[in-house]
């Protein structure tokens, strides 16, 4: 049972690259999660999946995209990165149906140049 | 915005318990109290939650006060280990969709020392 996992671990881009970032869960959870986190701030909402089918915005969705693949996968697509989206981006999974935590994945380090 | 307020930073003796408050004082009926922390840029680990009354687990205890407007987590022996950015987030209950969000402040950045 390996949580949620998240590839890759590390990524540098160039001003416009474009680049998915990975996450999987295998705790058979509805609701996944995407967040990004800045130098020495609190996490914030990109998009979030609440079933399988479903994604809504979340607290800063711009020049984002994201893909609920199934009920596993949880794919955030950056089309044309800015060196504002350096950040550490975070997945995370919860079963929807009970007041559960969220279990976060151990995130991913994308740098923009 | 995140609807709580945590001091920024705090220090704490090892073997010692930490007392981390939160203030709520604008929660609604319907809102739980979540703990999580953060190790070193990891992915945030889920502590505690309560509602109303005082809750223990093998990691902490949350105590809230009666009124719900602030509440304390406890590490009752602080480890090492422990060092790590804390977050109190309040959260409606037991739905899915945007309600079942987290709102992360800033968190408290608690310092066991040796």
Known sequence: NAGVTQTPKFQV??????????????????SMYWYRQ???MGLRLIYYSASEGTTDKGEVPNGYN?????????SLRLESAAPSQTSVYFCASRETSANNEQFFGPGTRLTVL | DAKT????????????????????????????????????????????HGLKNNETNEMASLIITEDRKSSTLILPHATLRDTAVYYCIVRVINYGGSQGNLIFGKGT?????P
């Open chain 1, 38 to 40: 800045d130098p020495g």
């Open chain 2, 109 to 113: 950045k608690l310092s066991v020392k």
């Open chain 1, 66 to 74: 994201v893909s609920r693949l199934n009920k596993r996968e949880f």
């Open chain 2, 5 to 48: 307020t945590q001091p920024p930073s705090m220090d704490c003796a090892e073997g010692r318990a930490a007392n981390l408050p939160c203030n709520h004082s604008t929660i609604s009926g319907n809102e739980y109290v979540y703990w999580y922390r953060q190790i070193h840029s990891q992915g945030p680990q889920y502590i505690i």
């Open chain 1, 13 to 30: 881009l160039k001003t416009g690259q474009s680049m998915t970032l990975q996450c999987a869960q295998d705790m058979n959870h509805n």
